[in-house]
């Protein structure tokens, strides 16, 4: 069964609750239309302002739902917004946590419409940012304004971070975090920008997978020489890059900086049967992705080998000629930018180092090549038994009347591991769109029937942690 059979008219709030929802129906789905146009990019200088924009616009939605101590907090580089709703004494604290900014938009032209001119069709918000994370954003709210509606205050105390940097690393957080703990004191952590599970499984995520993010710079000369000239009597930048690359991963998926899997905590029998028992059908992930075959790590399953086990990939590389027709030269210089995907226990700044150590060792003579750090963030392993996840399971059965699932995702949310080693909270990871929504990718889309039906989850939720042994 899965989440597209739940709405409208969900059982699971009280009727008047239910009632409200309904009839902000609309207006929900326009506020995130207007919130996905704004051209939110953290990575892209161009867009400070736009970053500016789109925490000012999340600003004005707590100050309407009457929340305080509303803030657009400065930082060395994106704002971050914060504000409470702590009107619930005696109740559980929930930090909630998404982010507002987005990945970069190209390549243009394979987007229906322009990537921030979002639209609604056929039960689908399209558009940049509506799923990963500005749809989880509105839902929250309008969680919230549902129940402003009805004259109900959420049933525990919310502290609001949102930040602009998620999808650059999350520095500015990090700093923010530790001289700010007390603003923050809270008895449990909710991220929503997670999925639900392949086939639109209502799912919990229990894990995630850290990152380490590195750019690796082959340098022959100050400008590109003839290839007849020169050829053969000076290292090539490209050839040299490749071989590096080559030698950092296998065929079989095992990655060979030495080291690197010194930390990695293995799955335990019960984990691995636990992942085996979930409804993951590889072939139609594989036809989905359109790609012509999987490839897993030798010795582990195409889905631990997505969510649990680490990974190395380049994300791009260049160099050289790249334009139509032939030139005959050897690049100046070559490049590749390159991210490993990490697991408990990890260390990014460990592997960054191993990384580089093994680089420089492996580097052949005749070019210079540097192995700079771009950003890390440490992997995330939630109990499932925690009050807290439980009050979520809770949530999504009352919503969706199926047992959502436990599961690992292999993707990053550099915040989740500060703040349960910062803040010692843990970390309840609840979200909504389907796995397959295009994030970081053209057409990025949310079905509407999951932003309803999480909305009433999230409302739902507050409930249920209500009840939480503090
Ligand atoms: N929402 C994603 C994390 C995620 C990915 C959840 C896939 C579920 C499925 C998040 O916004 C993201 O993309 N994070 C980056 C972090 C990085 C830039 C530090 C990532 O994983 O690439
Ligand atoms: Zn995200």
Not at 308 to 330: E, Y
Not at 414 to 440: E, I, R, S, W, Y
Request: aromatic residues 8%.
């Amino acid at each position: 069964m899965t989440a597209n059979s739940a709405i409208p008219g969900s059982t699971a709030l009280d009727p008047s609750l239910e009632a409200a929802m309904t009839s902000l129906r609309e207006a929900r789905a326009e506020a995130l239309l207007e919130f996905a146009r704004i051209p939110s990019i953290s990575a892209l200088p161009e867009h400070a302002a736009d970053m500016v924009t789109a925490a000012e616009w999340i600003a004005d939605r707590l100050r309407g739902l009457k929340a305080t101590e509303v803030e657009v907090v400065k930082t060395d580089l994106h704002p971050i917004v914060y504000g409470k709703i702590h009107e619930a004494p005696g109740a559980p604290t929930a930090l909630v946590y998404c982010h507002f900014d987005v990945q970069p938009a190209d390549p243009l032209d394979l987007w229906e419409t322009g990537p921030f001119d979002p639209f609604l069709e056929d039960g689908r918000f399209v558009g940049r940012g509506v799923a990963d994370d500005k749809g989880q954003i509105v839902m929250h709210l309008y969680a919230l304004e549902a129940l402003r509606l009805v004259g109900r205050a959420p049933a525990v105390n919310l502290t609001f971070v949102f930040e602009g940097e998620e999808e650059y690393g999350s520095d500015s957080l990090f700093a923010w975090i530790g001289p700010n703990r007390s603003r923050l004191a809270a008895d449990v952590a909710v991220i929503s920008d997670t999925t639900f599970f392949e086939g639109n499984v209502p799912a919990i995520t229990v894990g995630l997978r850290g990152i380490m993010y590195a750019q690796i710079d082959v340098v022959l000369s100050p400008v590109d020489l003839h290839s007849g000239g020169y050829g053969g009597a000076v290292e090539n930048p490209a050839n040299a890059l490749a071989r590096i690359i080559a030698s950092l991963k296998g065929p079989d998926g095992r990655v060979k900086i030495p080291g690197f899997y010194d930390d990695v905590v293995a799955l335990t029998p019960d984990e691995r049967a636990a992942m085996a028992a979930l409804p993951f059908d590889a072939e139609a992930y594989r036809e989905e992705t359109g790609v012509p075959a999987l490839v897993g790590e030798a010795g582990w399953t195409i889905l631990e080998s997505k969510t649990s086990r680490p990974t190395l990939d380049v994300n791009g590389i260049w160099g050289g000629f790249q334009g139509d027709g032939a030139k005959t030269i050897i690049p100046a210089h070559a490049h590749a930018k390159l991210s490993t995907r990490l697991v408990a226990k990890q260390n990014p700044t460990k592997i960054f180092e191993a990384l580089r150590d093994y680089v420089a060792q492996i580097a052949p003579p005749g070019v210079t090549v540097t192995t700079t750090y771009i950003h890390g963030g440490e992997a995330s392993l939630t109990p499932t038994d925690h009050p807290a996840t439980q009050a979520a399971v809770r949530a999504l059965r009352a919503v969706y009347g199926v047992e959502p699932v436990f599961m690992r995702e292999g993707g990053s949310i550099p915040v989740t591991a500060a703040f349960d080693h910062v803040l010692g909270l843990p970390v309840v990871l609840l979200g909504f769109p389907q796995p397959n929504c295009n994030a970081h990718a053209p057409n990025e889309w949310l079905s509407e029937a999951n932003f309803e039906s999480g909305t009433r989850v999230i409302a739902r939720f507050w409930d249920e942690l209500a009840a939480m042994r503090r």
